[in-house]
């Protein structure tokens, strides 16, 4: 994620009108009103928790680590769907122009994008202990920014790794895809090809 670009204060400024432009262009080509509601607010707050330009959060790339974040996943999917629509509305309206939200409180962001990611971090994580180290040893975690941590609950332990914008990644194919590099089954299959027959 820390490829896709970030947001600047002009995207924030502008952001509330891209929103209703958005939640009033879902509801004209047939969105429910409570559907075209929800999924504007989906891309307000995935702006403000990621902090990335407009047009970026319209990428294939974003779509691909929202859809792959566990946010979306114990949310029924609500973000990549909320994503999927708003690259729609991107291909058709993303030059502009875009209504004006005159401050109604639906389309207004709540916190400025990259409020605190490093606030956001240090909540997720917390100091690793030997399973985490191990964890963190067998994902080949970068040693800056990165964490892992390991939850303890009734049901289970919960384990994620935690990228330095706060994003929890709880499979080892999504760390994978999320630092750029072949899943570790592909990575695998291609050392065998490459390697001499004997």
């Given at each position: ?109 709540k916190t400025r994008p990259s409020r605190s ?73 291609a050392t065998a090809a490459a390697a001499p027959?004997?």
């Amino acid at each position: 994620m820390d490829a896709i670009p970030e947001a600047t204060d002009e995207d924030a400024e502008l952001m509330p009108n891209i929103i209703c432009t958005f939640h009033r262009w879902m509801v004209k080509n047939g969105r429910r009103e409570s559907t075209a509601k929800t999924y504007a607010r989906q891309v307000l707050v995935l702006f403000e928790e990621d902090g990335k330009t407009p047009a970026s959060m319209a990428s294939q790339e974003y779509f691909a680590i929202t859809k792959a974040s566990f946010k979306n996943k114990s949310g029924n999917s609500q973000r990549s769907a909320s994503v999927k629509c708003f690259m729609d509305f991107w291909k058709e309206r993303g030059n502009g122009p875009f209504d004006d939200a005159k401050g109604d409180k639906v389309y207004q962001l709540k916190t400025r994008p990259s409020r605190s990611k490093a606030a956001d971090h240090a909540a997720l994580s917390a100091p690793e202990n030997e399973e985490a180290r191990r964890l963190r040893a067998e994902l080949e975690l970068p040693s800056e920014g990165w964490s892992v941590v390991v939850r303890s609950r009734e049901s289970g332990d919960l384990i994620a790794a935690v990228s330095p914008g706060g994003t929890s990644y709880h499979t080892r194919e999504a760390v994978d895809r999320r630092l750029g590099r072949l899943p570790a089954a592909a990575a695998g299959a291609a050392t065998a090809a490459a390697a001499p027959a004997t």
